[in-house]
């Protein structure tokens, strides 16, 4: 599916081909013909890493709240080399959760890796996902 309206879900600072992107939080983003603009300049592919390490899709007008659960979530595991102690745990919840598996990328069966899906999902899924991890909002 193709969103159209983005938001940007944590400061969004990097290098793209039409020069430095710095947004704030909350700022608005387009999505035309599979890039996302804003400032009436191309930012990145609304694929790319840098579309999912920044932005959410706020297409059904519910992107901040999207955007806070993705952030929680995320910081709540942990980078995915850390996987000690309680960490590990919450890893294991999320592999054992059946509501999780259609956001694991399937490339990989032994590793976790969140696909694109995941950044977009309904935030009822991310609302679940972050209580059974324990990320604050």
Known sequence: ME???????????????S????????AAAENRDGV??????????ATSQNAKD????????RG???G??????????GPLDARQGGASARWEKIWADP?????????DEDYWLWNEAFYNAP??????????VGAKV
């Open 3 to 17: 969103y159209k309206r983005y938001l940007v879900r944590r400061r969004a600072r990097f290098l793209s081909a």
């Open 36 to 45: 996302l603009w804003a400032g009436g300049k191309p930012l990145c592919i």
């Open 54 to 61: 920044y932005f959410v899709q706020d297409d059904d007008g």
């Open 123 to 132: 935030v009822s899924d991310l609302r679940h996902i972050a209580e059974l």
């Open 99 to 107: 509501r999780c598996r259609p956001y694991k990328r399937k490339e």
């Open 64 to 66: 901040q709240e999207r």
């Open 68 to 77: 806070r659960l993705v952030t929680a979530i995320l910081a709540r595991l």
């Open 19 to 26: 020069g430095l992107v710095n947004l704030p939080w909350g």
